[in-house]
């Protein structure tokens, strides 16, 4: 535990993904799959993943099978978690078309129009993550996107882990392949013979994956840039020590690299969470994930809860738990948060699957400047405009004397072209 003090946030603030470190390995395995498509990618995949794949496609027997293994309560949850991640994101959708009159006579508004194809990458390979397919491909789907694909690593015998396959088809993918890693998104990228590329790769993935589709910007747009997950947990005297310290420890067993914070007024709360991570985290049953993730993690004392607020905002962190007297009026002062979570009874973990809300968000300080995953990721909005002789008419001087001054004389006849009286033949 420390106070805050600017040596202790400072080390916090500067936390960051040194993509860079791997770069030379990513363009390595970027260049390979331009070059040799499929047969490169099952080379890498043999390489990373330990086994040798045949059909990259996951096909509909693999599917229909998947869906026999997996257990109806299972799926049950993972109907609620779609139906709540679909209802939430309905509601971001914008109108297709609206038009306004900003001037006499002139029309201006927005065509909203989905993206053709879209990449969601699904991390796997020792692991089953649903939630991120559901999290991917649902959004994509309420906006329209018409081709959604899953690139997600497979399993030790060559195949996609039955939950990720039972959830990506749930949720509306078009096509699964059975690849990861950085040769996933230089696939999806540049395509192959057997993937066609895509507009978009959207998802969480490692350090390998977020280099890869940094490096891949040019050629493929993406959602955000990634780095380890966080949490930090704005408390007062109303929170609960036990709580708190749960879900530091729920945020630590995501990985090593992820960080819990929390930060408070109140000494005693801090002194007794403490006390709480340290009793809980022995009971986990990843003790050695959350033990090396915890010495990054801090319990901060702020002098006042404006100054636990300043510096969530400079934090700026992917899930932003606020448990506190009045969450609403601290919620007023939030400016920077991948997502925010309000009250004793709403977890992080609550976001993460089944409330409805996305759980591809910011991190590293990237919710400075980014969102989380939403509808808009998706969407191209196209301006549109109408405008009448008379409304040209009032606007021209305007736009001519611009033009002018700009040095764009053909601009400015493409004006008065338009307004010269002009007879017509044979009257």
């Not at 690139?151 to 015998?157: H, L, N």
């Not at 990634?226 to 007062?236: F, K, Q, R, T, Y």
């Not at 609550?350 to 990721?377: E, K």
Request: proline share 5%.
């Amino acid at each position: 535990m420390s106070e805050l003090v600017d040596e202790e946030a400072k080390g916090l603030l500067s936390r960051g993904v040194d993509v860079q470190s791997v770069m030379p390995a990513v363009v390595e395995i970027v260049n390979e799959v331009q070059e040799r498509g499929d047969r490169a990618l099952a080379d890498l995949t043999e390489r990373f993943d330990g086994v040798r794949i045949g059909k990259v496609r996951v096909g509909k027997d693999e599917i229909e099978k998947a869906g026999d293994q997996v257990p109806e309560k299972l799926k049950k949850a993972l109907e609620i978690a779609l139906e709540n991640i679909a209802a939430f994101h309905h509601q971001e959708l914008d109108r297709d078309l609206w038009m306004t009159e900003t001037s006499p006579g002139v029309m201006a508004g927005q065509m909203v129009v989905p993206l053709d194809s879209v990449g969601a990458y699904v991390p796997g390979g020792r692991a089953a993550y649903p939630s991120s397919a559901l999290m991917t491909v649902v959004p994509a789907k309420v906006a329209g996107v018409e081709r959604v694909i899953v690139c997600t690593p497979p399993g030790k015998e060559g195949k996609v882990n039955p939950i990720t396959l039972v959830a990506a088809e749930m949720a509306g993918a078009d096509e699964i392949y059975r690849v990861g890693g950085v040769q996933a998104v230089a696939a999806m990228a540049f395509g192959t013979e057997s993937i066609r590329p895509v507009q978009k790769i959207v998802g969480p993935g490692n350090i390998y994956v977020t280099a890869a589709k940094l490096l891949l910007r040019s050629t493929v747009e993406i959602d955000m840039p990634a780095g380890p997950s966080e949490v930090l947990i704005i408390a007062d005297y109303t929170a609960e020590p036990e709580v708190l310290a749960s879900d530091m420890i729920a945020q630590a067993e995501h990985d090593p690299q992820s960080i819990s914070v929390l930060v408070t007024d109140d000494e005693d709360l801090a002194i007794a969470t403490r006390a709480e991570v340290e009793k809980q985290a022995k009971e986990t049953a990843r003790w050695e994930i959350v033990k090396e993730s915890l010495e990054k993690a801090a319990i901060l004392v702020a002098g006042s809860m404006e100054e636990a607020i300043s510096f969530s905002n400079s934090f700026a962190p992917e899930h932003l738990e606020i448990i506190v007297r009045d969450p609403m009026t601290v919620l007023g002062e939030i400016r920077n948060a991948g997502s925010v979570f309000l009250g004793p009874y709403t977890p992080v973990a609550a976001g993460d699957y089944a409330s409805g809300t996305n759980h591809v968000l910011p991190t590293s300080g990237y919710a400075r400047a980014f969102s989380g995953l939403n509808v808009d990721a998706f969407v191209k909005k196209i301006t549109v405009q109408k405008i009448s002789k008379e409304g040209l008419s009032l606007l021209k001087d305007a736009i001519t004397i611009l033009a002018e001054a700009e040095g764009l004389d053909a601009h400015a006849e493409s004006v008065r072209k338009r307004l010269v009286e002009r007879k017509l033949e044979g009257v």
